[in-house]
Nanobody, 126 residues
Framework: QVQLVESGGGLVQPGGSLRLSCAAS????????IGWFRQAPGKEREGVSC????????HYSDSVKGRFTISRDNAKNTVYLQMNSLKPGDTAVYYC???????????????????WGQGTQVTVSS
């Protein structure tokens, strides 16, 4: 069964760090571009970061650039999102998604992404 599973979310104080994981089962991630997205209550889903499978190119939204880092470990079939200097505005459910066409898009309707995880909650609060 094809599945993406996010983990690593939780409650953290402002300025703290979390590392999210996106683990794949039923397929190999190294053929896919992987994106991280987030959705806060009452807001639209937002593209946060993505990494291409072809050349490892990464992209970040302006809101997280310099604070978040995306990486992949193909041997573990897992992609990570290291989040530092967290702010209350980063509070959201975070999702990962896989795109076989490797577009690495962070805007639009995100229909190019083939598989989605169920999400993990990140709450930044004192």
């Amino acid at each position: 069964q094809v599945q993406l599973v996010e983990s690593g979310g939780g409650l953290v104080q402002p300025g703290g760090s979390l590392r999210l994981s996106c683990a794949a089962s039923g397929f190999t991630l190294d053929r896919y571009g992987i994106g991280w997205f987030r959705q806060a209550p009452g807001k639209e889903r937002e593209g946060v970061s993505c990494i291409r499978s072809s050349d490892g190119t990464t992209h970040y939204s302006d809101s997280v650039k310099g604070r978040f880092t995306i990486s992949r470990d193909n041997a573990k079939n897992t992609v990570y999102l290291q989040m530092n200097s967290l702010k209350p505005g980063d509070t959201a459910v975070y999702y990962c998604a896989a795109d076989l066409e490797d577009f690495c898009l962070l805007s639009g309707s995100f229909t190019e992404y083939d598989y989605w995880g169920q999400g993990t909650q990140v709450t930044v609060s004192s």
